[in-house]
C-alpha cells in the first residue's frame, strides 16, 4: 500500500461533518462507538467491518464489550489519520 498523505487538522475537522459520532481522540485517531441490541449483532458488524478491512488492506482496532464495539482508526505507516481512514469510517457507518 502506497504511504498515504497526513490530514491537517482542518481536513480531518472537515471529514468528521460528514460523519456521525466519530470524534479525534489524540490527535491521531478517528473513534466511534457503536452499541447494539445483542451480543451476536455486535459480532455480525465486527465481521462485516473486518471484511472490508481486509478488501482495504486497512484494520482498524476493535474493541468488544458485550453489546459495544468501539472502532479506533488511524493510518500507522503514514503516521496519522488519513483520507483511508475517512473512507473506512463512512463503509462502517452504512
Do not use: C
Not at 7 to 17: A, K, N, R
Not at 59 to 65: C, E, G, M, N, V
Amino acid at each position: 500500500m502506497d504511504k498515504q498523505p497526513v490530514l491537517t487538522e482542518t481536513e480531518v475537522e472537515q471529514g468528521l461533518q460528514s460523519l456521525s459520532g466519530w470524534q479525534v481522540e489524540e490527535g491521531k485517531w478517528i473513534v466511534k462507538k457503536y452499541r447494539f441490541p445483542s451480543f451476536p449483532e455486535a459480532i455480525a458488524f465486527v465481521n462485516k467491518v473486518a471484511d472490508h478491512a481486509e478488501r482495504m488492506n486497512h484494520h482498524p482496532f476493535i474493541s468488544i464489550d458485550y453489546r459495544l464495539v468501539t472502532i479506533r482508526l488511524t493510518t500507522w505507516h503514514s503516521g496519522g489519520i488519513t483520507g483511508l481512514d475517512m473512507l473506512s469510517a463512512k463503509a462502517y457507518d452504512e
